[in-house]
């Protein structure tokens, strides 16, 4: 029960990861907001809730600066508070330099790079209002190294390792630890992790994996409740990589 009496927004909350990450953060005591664009998430916050998880939904694009802005006040006027943001939501954006079009880089570019800075800048005064808390970023393995096919995202996935070291040093002084995830390619692919890791499973990148599978969501949520957790109170401006050893080789 590591967050108990802690608040925490999850972005891409009604995703793999996100809710993943949501539902862990819940069964340790939290109080959670899940941001995310779908319909689905006041379904998916009801259905936790009568699991006795208190898990709320609000609408929100990560892209826009005012509903980010609005994401956290909604946060601090309904529990008085915020410790952790879980800046996760992302998208996958395939594609050469060649082929991949400028409005397709700046889309994936402003959910994926600008949606984890304005995550970012909006809770860092909420947290520090707290006394402290912690911002885990979700990254990815195509961030660590190169990935072909995949110029956008692995842009936005590399620069996010940066900016959570960059950002880390800012707010060092505020006890504000600013961390990311680096997942490597999930079982069970989701729009994020879509064609490419269904692809996998059928073109034998399995076999590229040393723990010889591929990652779960409740992989990451782990790793991510460790990172916004006490336990890693020492522990700021890196990149946890989960990626059964894909990296490593
Ligand atoms: N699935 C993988 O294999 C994999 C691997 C490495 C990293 N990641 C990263 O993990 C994160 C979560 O991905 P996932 O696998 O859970 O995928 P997912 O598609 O299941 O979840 C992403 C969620 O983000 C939401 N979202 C998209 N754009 C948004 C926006 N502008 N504002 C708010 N919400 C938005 C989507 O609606 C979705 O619910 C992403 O950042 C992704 O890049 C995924």
Same mark, same amino acid.
């Given at each position: 029960?590591?967050?108990?009496?802690?608040?925490?927004?999850?972005?891409?909350?009604?995703?793999?990861?996100?809710?993943?990450? +949501?539902? *862990?953060? $819940?069964?340790? %005591? @939290?109080? =959670?907001?899940? &941001?995310?664009? /779908?319909?689905?998430?006041?379904?998916?916050?009801?259905?936790?809730?009568?699991?006795?998880?208190?898990?709320?939904?609000?609408?929100?694009?990560?892209?826009?600066?005012?509903?980010?802005?609005?994401?956290?006040?909604?946060?601090?006027?309904?529990?008085?508070?915020?410790?952790?943001?879980?800046?996760?939501?992302?998208?996958?954006?395939?594609?050469?330099?060649?082929?991949?079009?400028?409005?397709?880089?700046?889309?994936?570019?402003?959910?994926?790079?600008?949606?984890?800075?304005?995550?970012?800048?909006?809770?860092?005064? +909420?947290? *520090?209002? $707290?006394?402290? %808390? @912690?911002? =885990?970023?979700? &990254?990815?393995? /195509?961030?660590?190294?190169?990935?072909?096919?995949?110029?956008?995202?692995?842009?936005?996935?590399?620069?996010?390792?940066?900016?959570?070291?960059?950002?880390?040093?800012?707010?060092?002084?505020?006890?504000?630890?600013?961390?990311?995830?680096?997942?490597?390619?999930?079982?069970?692919?989701?729009?994020?992790?879509?064609?490419?890791?269904?692809?996998?499973?059928?073109?034998?990148?399995?076999?590229?994996?040393?723990?010889?599978?591929?990652?779960?969501?409740?992989?990451?949520?782990?790793?991510?409740?460790?990172?916004?957790?006490?336990?890693?109170?020492?522990?700021? %401006?890196?990149?946890?990589?989960?990626?059964?050893?894909?990296?490593?080789?």
């Amino acid at each position: 029960m590591r967050f108990v009496g802690r608040v925490a927004i999850v972005t891409g909350g009604c995703g793999g990861i996100g809710l993943a990450t +949501a539902r *862990r953060l $819940a069964s340790e %005591g @939290a109080r =959670v907001l899940i &941001a995310d664009l /779908t319909d689905l998430g006041e379904l998916r916050a009801e259905a936790a809730r009568d699991e006795g998880l208190q898990i709320h939904y609000q609408r929100a694009n990560v892209a826009s600066d005012e509903e980010v802005a609005q994401l956290v006040r909604a946060t601090t006027e309904r529990w008085g508070r915020l410790d952790v943001m879980v800046a996760n939501a992302g998208i996958a954006g395939k594609g050469t330099a060649e082929s991949t079009s400028v409005e397709a880089w700046r889309r994936v570019l402003d959910v994926n790079l600008t949606g984890v800075f304005l995550c970012i800048k909006h809770s860092v005064p +909420a947290i *520090r209002a $707290a006394g402290g %808390g @912690a911002i =885990v970023a979700t &990254a990815s393995v /195509t961030g660590c190294v190169g990935h072909p096919g995949a110029l956008a995202y692995a842009s936005t996935k590399g620069a996010l390792i940066n900016m959570v070291r960059a950002a880390a040093l800012d707010q060092a002084r505020d006890n504000i630890r600013i961390t990311a995830v680096c997942p490597g390619h999930l079982e069970n692919p989701t729009a994020a992790g879509g064609a490419e890791a269904r692809a996998a499973h059928t073109g034998g990148l399995v076999a590229r994996y040393p723990l010889g599978r591929l990652g779960r969501a409740d992989d990451v949520a782990s790793a991510i409740a460790f990172l916004a957790s006490e336990e890693a109170s020492f522990i700021t %401006g890196t990149s946890l990589v989960i990626d059964g050893g894909y990296s490593a080789q």
